[in-house]
């Protein structure tokens, strides 16, 4: 929390209470050990955004996660609250004092004193994930906290918006070079799509198409409309929350695909790897993609209905030739996505509800090759049968195309909301 000087929830927070500026925070006995904050769902007729969420909006401003002219989201600002509450030593919510079935809701919080955390520290203490500042660690939820955010998120009204990925749309290559073989584009539409339920690997897909692929729930009901259908995408199905073996992350799990429902579009061509994100919950990545001149490991958020691409083919190139080289390390072909779950630090994905990772084919085949190339000496090259001296050729051909292979300016094909094809 580097921007705000390493103030602490606490001190923050009676700060606001004392300001008297935000309705319905207050104290709720005179010692001020105790105060009440407001807890209007978003589903509620008379729910107000700009006084019931107040509050929250100023925690995600002064946390640096929210902007004048940023888009709206009073349910996250409210999650990314209430985990911070719930994970910081220096609060303990009374559940007993709080009222959440009246015309205006209010939870009741009590400020732990320092001398009785120092002295009664428990295990779920213990386990609170803080900063060297001291400040809880942001959005890091429990599954009671997730389950609380999609409750908020099902009262929440979001228009459906219409899809862009379509044959009649501008075409991504440049139109000077010659027609790609069928065989060819294939091969640059391979991805290997593999689903982790709580950090355990439950299904596997390849998806083929040139023009991409769903990622969704299996909904029956979807085929019968237009806006959901498509002749040559193809359809990647989430896995039902019962490979989950306990049952509470089944059911938190199981109401998550819920909001999974239009599911996210991902397309593999020769320029990389390109999503656009359809459903109501948040979708986070990691990938060797984005914009700018060098690869950033933090996770990005993915905006609803933008084109992003998430995996870059002349990056991942250059750097496989470095990493040939030896003078880096080996890229990673593989795309996380995590939904409805901020995510933070790539290492953390195995604690997340839902992570899907996206492995471009070609790439890491071609990432293969190189490392056999690296750990077999050239002289036992001789001892290799005829298929592997034939899959060998194969992959220096693709490896010479890719090379070879100038990309094209970035031009208004890859605009937000606009069309793209193979």
């Not at 001190?11 to 309705?23: A, K, R």
């Not at 009246?102 to 120092?118: A, L």
């Not at 998120?153 to 000077?176: D, K, L, R, T, V």
């Not at 084919?361 to 592997?388: F, G, K, M």
Request: proline share 6%; aromatic share 10%; net charge negative.
């Amino acid at each position: 929390m580097s921007n705000t000087g390493g103030r602490r929830l606490k001190q923050w927070l009676v700060e606001q209470i004392q300001s008297s500026q935000y309705p319905g925070l207050e104290w709720e006995d005179e010692s001020h050990t105790l105060f009440r904050i407001p807890w209007k769902h978003a589903g509620k007729q008379d729910y107000n955004q700009e006084i019931d969420a107040s509050i929250f909006k100023a925690w995600a401003v002064f946390k640096g996660k929210f902007k004048e002219g940023d888009k709206a989201e009073p349910a996250t600002w409210k999650t990314r609250l209430r985990c911070a509450l719930n994970k910081s030593p220096d609060f303990e919510e009374v559940t007993d004092r709080s009222q959440l079935d009246i015309s205006e809701p209010y939870k009741v919080y009590r400020i732990v004193p320092e001398e009785e955390q120092k002295i009664g520290k428990s295990t779920s203490m213990a386990m609170a994930t803080t900063s060297s500042s001291g400040d809880i660690t942001d959005m890091d939820c429990s599954s009671g906290d997730i389950e609380e955010f999609i409750k908020e998120e099902e009262g929440c009204n979001i228009q459906a918006s219409p899809e862009y990925w379509s044959q009649s749309s501008i075409n991504a290559f440049p139109m000077h070079q010659d027609p790609l073989p069928i065989s060819f584009i294939s091969a640059f539409s391979q991805m290997m799509i593999s689903f982790f339920y709580g950090g355990k690997l439950v299904h596997t897909a390849l998806a083929t198409h040139p023009e991409g692929c769903r990622i969704s729930p299996v909904q029956q009901h979807l085929g019968r409309s237009a806006l959901y259908s498509s002749e040559t995408m193809q359809s990647v199905h989430f896995p039902p929350a019962e490979h989950i073996e306990y049952d509470r992350p089944r059911q938190i799990t199981r109401k998550l695909l819920g909001h999974l429902e239009r599911g996210v579009l991902v397309r593999a061509n020769r320029e990389g790897v390109f999503i656009k994100r359809l459903c109501q919950s948040r979708v986070f990545w990691s990938g060797l993609g984005g914009v700018g001149p060098q690869y950033s490991p933090v996770p990005c958020k993915l905006e609803r209905d933008a084109v992003v691409k998430i995996f870059d083919t002349e990056r991942f190139i250059h750097a496989l030739q470095l990493y040939q080289e030896g003078q880096f390390p080996a890229p990673d072909p593989t795309v996380t996505l995590c939904f409805g779950e901020e995510l933070h630090d790539i290492s953390n994905a195995k604690n997340k509800l839902i992570i899907v990772q996206i492995t471009v084919v070609n790439c890491q085949q071609l990432l293969e090759a190189v490392n056999i190339r690296r750990t077999q000496p050239y002289s036992n090259s001789s001892n290799l049968d005829i298929t592997d001296e034939v899959a060998s050729d194969q992959m220096a051909r693709i490896y010479q195309d890719l090379c070879s292979y100038s990309a094209p300016q970035r031009t208004a094909c890859y605009r937000d909301n606009m069309p793209i094809t193979a």
